[in-house]
């Protein structure tokens, strides 16, 4: 049964958990033998506490010895990316400026996953401070695409995805900000939800853009995604953009929202650039709802096209701001060997950061600058609002849209050296953040070549339960979840 286990869905060895036909310490045992059997490949992990992540599985089968509930989670291993706090364990953000930081303190995504009961275990590989499309942009190195080693697994949630796809883990958290949770999930053949804006706390998760940033599970069912949405889902005090919604049992009502519904089919995500691969099998997932009785309607979001310059304008400007605090004297990596502290500053953020974080702020910190804010960052913020508009103006004839997520399925490492066509590779995912919409990235095929395609869908604000019940209802009928890379 031990190697059955790495692809068993989060239901399935819960199921086995109650009724005693495995215990959590078997199954964190059998989780940590695979990492340490694929992942000198696979590169998904920058660390784990093994020591540690079996103390939890003990503690937790001696909870359920001793009569106690079991959370919706209890027993379950669940790895974060390495930009989300776990007290006691390394926080890299994979960058060398915070390779030697351990975190004094738990995000509340991982008090919440703790007390649902999950084994809260490894530290994934992503781009360094969140800022990529690839995982190629690690200090630590690349992270490969299980279902082709050549490839990239997409970014920046790239070891979220690649580790679940390879039976690393049974169910991950990233963060997304312009498409880092839904692109790798969709370029490894998983689900990734990345939530309304404000509805999951980013209280301890390392800032990249504060007004784009979201946590976001990956998994590997849609009912999955509920469970550990509605684990980590909530209000939190500490952070000052988290709101007040009413959170339902999102696994429940996967049953009970059978549609049919009303999707739109936005036209300006149809065009050039569209692999013909990935368009093919994106056609074919509407035609399933259409199958289905659901009103398919083509809309248009008409400031699309200025959604990529929108979004390099705020995510650089608010990087720009965020990442001031690394200066090499309150805390992150110190320079030695300097003249003054403005020698000091200087030496520890160009040893410390990557090429693509200085590229970022450096056109964060222009367009910010003296002069120039009027004219890019205040006119962005207010195409952000037409941009928003659009997507709402949309929801009065529709109730969620279907689009692909990524316009292209895994690319070859290195194979994108030039910025600006890493940065079209979020193309389809930047204007749900400039929104704060939430969106979820499924599978819905491979290329003829075996690589995986995601199908995305985009709700309405805080309406999660609707759109994993669309979800669900398109995975029930397609087995593309049940396919695992060999490797």
Same mark, same amino acid.
């Given at each position: 049964?031990?190697?059955?286990?790495?692809?068993?869905?989060?239901?399935?060895? +819960?199921?086995?958990?109650?009724?005693?036909?495995?215990?959590?310490?078997?199954?964190?045992?059998?989780?940590?033998?695979?990492?340490?059997?694929?992942?000198?490949?696979?590169?998904?992990?920058?660390?784990?506490?093994?020591?540690?992540?079996?103390?939890?599985?003990?503690?937790?089968?001696?909870?359920?010895?001793?009569?106690?509930?079991?959370?919706?989670?209890?027993?379950?291993?669940?790895?974060?990316?390495?930009?989300?706090?776990?007290?006691?364990?390394?926080?890299?953000?994979?960058?060398?400026?915070?390779?030697?930081?351990?975190?004094?303190?738990?995000?509340?995504?991982?008090?919440?996953?703790?007390?649902?009961?999950? =084994?809260?275990?490894?530290?994934?590989?992503?781009?360094?401070?969140?800022?990529?499309?690839?995982?190629?942009?690690?200090?630590?190195?690349?992270?490969?695409?299980?279902?082709?080693?050549?490839?990239?697994?997409?970014?920046?949630?790239?070891?979220?995805?690649?580790?679940?796809?390879?039976?690393?883990?049974?169910?991950?958290?990233?963060?997304?900000?312009?498409?880092?949770?839904?692109?790798?999930?969709?370029?490894?053949?998983?689900?990734?939800?990345? !939530?309304?804006?404000?509805?999951?706390?980013?209280? +301890?998760?390392?800032?990249?853009?504060?007004?784009?940033?979201?946590?976001?599970?990956?998994?590997?069912?849609?009912?999955?995604?509920?469970?550990?949405?509605?684990?980590?889902?909530?209000?939190?005090?500490?952070?000052?953009?988290?709101?007040?919604?009413?959170?339902?049992?999102?696994?429940?009502?996967?049953?009970?929202?059978?549609?049919?519904?009303?999707?739109?089919?936005?036209?300006?995500?149809?065009?050039?650039?569209?692999? !013909?691969?990935?368009?093919?099998?994106?056609?074919?997932? =509407?035609?399933?709802?259409?199958?289905?009785?659901?009103?398919?309607?083509?809309?248009?979001?008409?400031?699309?096209?200025?959604?990529?310059?929108?979004?390099? =304008?705020?995510?650089?400007?608010?990087?720009?701001?965020?990442?001031?605090?690394?200066?090499?004297?309150?805390?992150?990596?110190?320079?030695?060997?300097?003249?003054?502290?403005?020698?000091?500053?200087?030496?520890?953020?160009?040893?410390?950061?990557?090429?693509?974080?200085?590229?970022?702020?450096?056109?964060?910190?222009?367009?910010?600058?003296?002069?120039?804010?009027?004219?890019?960052?205040?006119?962005?913020?207010?195409?952000?609002?037409?941009?928003?508009?659009?997507?709402?103006?949309?929801?009065?004839?529709?109730?969620?849209?279907?689009?692909?997520?990524?316009?292209?399925?895994?690319?070859?490492?290195?194979?994108?050296?030039? !910025?600006?066509?890493?940065?079209?590779?979020?193309?389809?995912?930047?204007?749900?953040?400039?929104?704060?919409?939430?969106?979820?990235?499924?599978?819905?095929?491979?290329?003829?070549?075996?690589?995986?395609?995601?199908?995305?869908?985009?709700?309405?604000?805080?309406?999660?339960?609707?759109?994993?019940?669309?979800?669900?209802?398109?995975?029930?009928?397609?087995?593309?979840?049940?396919?695992?890379?060999?490797?």
């Amino acid at each position: 049964m031990a190697a059955e286990l790495f692809f068993k869905s989060i239901e399935e060895l +819960g199921a086995l958990l109650e009724a005693k036909q495995l215990s959590a310490t078997e199954l964190m045992r059998t989780v940590i033998a695979r990492r340490q059997a694929v992942d000198g490949r696979v590169k998904a992990f920058n660390s784990s506490d093994d020591a540690d992540a079996l103390a939890q599985a003990a503690a937790s089968d001696a909870r359920r010895a001793a009569g106690q509930a079991r959370g919706p989670l209890e027993g379950i291993p669940v790895g974060l990316k390495d930009v989300i706090a776990v007290a006691g364990q390394p926080l890299t953000a994979s960058s060398k400026m915070l390779a030697n930081f351990v975190s004094p303190y738990d995000a509340t995504v991982t008090v919440n996953l703790k007390k649902a009961g999950a =084994i809260v275990w490894g530290r994934l590989n992503c781009d360094e401070f969140a800022m990529g499309s690839s995982t190629e942009n690690s200090a630590f190195g690349p992270t490969a695409n299980p279902w082709d080693l050549a490839r990239v697994p997409g970014g920046s949630s790239g070891g979220s995805a690649a580790a679940l796809a390879a039976g690393e883990v049974c169910a991950t958290l990233g963060s997304d900000t312009g498409g880092s949770i839904r692109q790798p999930a969709a370029l490894c053949g998983v689900v990734g939800l990345k !939530p309304t804006y404000g509805l999951v706390s980013r209280y +301890g998760l390392a800032a990249f853009a504060s007004s784009l940033d979201q946590i976001g599970p990956l998994t590997r069912t849609v009912a999955d995604a509920a469970l550990m949405l509605g684990a980590i889902a909530g209000h939190d005090p500490h952070d000052s953009t988290s709101f007040k919604a009413e959170i339902p049992d999102y696994r429940a009502e996967l049953k009970k929202r059978q549609g049919p519904w009303r999707l739109g089919i936005p036209k300006e995500y149809f065009g050039a650039g569209l692999d !013909p691969a990935v368009g093919a099998a994106v056609e074919q997932a =509407i035609a399933f709802y259409r199958a289905q009785g659901c009103t398919i309607k083509e809309v248009s979001l008409p400031h699309t096209q200025f959604c990529l310059d929108t979004y390099y =304008i705020i995510a650089t400007a608010e990087a720009s701001s965020n990442l001031a605090r690394y200066d090499g004297i309150r805390y992150g990596h110190r320079a030695k060997g300097a003249k003054d502290g403005v020698d000091l500053y200087a030496q520890s953020r160009a040893e410390g950061f990557g090429p693509e974080v200085k590229r970022r702020i450096i056109l964060g910190t222009y367009v910010l600058s003296s002069g120039y804010y009027d004219a890019y960052y205040l006119r962005a913020q207010k195409v952000r609002t037409l941009i928003r508009q659009d997507f709402l103006k949309a929801y009065h004839e529709v109730d969620a849209l279907l689009t692909p997520t990524s316009p292209m399925p895994a690319f070859r490492l290195g194979e994108k050296s030039d !910025p600006l066509a890493l940065y079209l590779c979020d193309i389809y995912t930047i204007g749900v953040n400039l929104a704060g919409l939430p969106a979820l990235s499924l599978p819905c095929g491979f290329t003829p070549a075996g690589l995986p395609i995601g199908l995305q869908l985009i709700g309405q604000p805080f309406r999660e339960a609707d759109l994993l019940a669309m979800a669900h209802t398109y995975e029930q009928a397609h087995d593309w979840h049940t396919k695992h890379p060999s490797l």
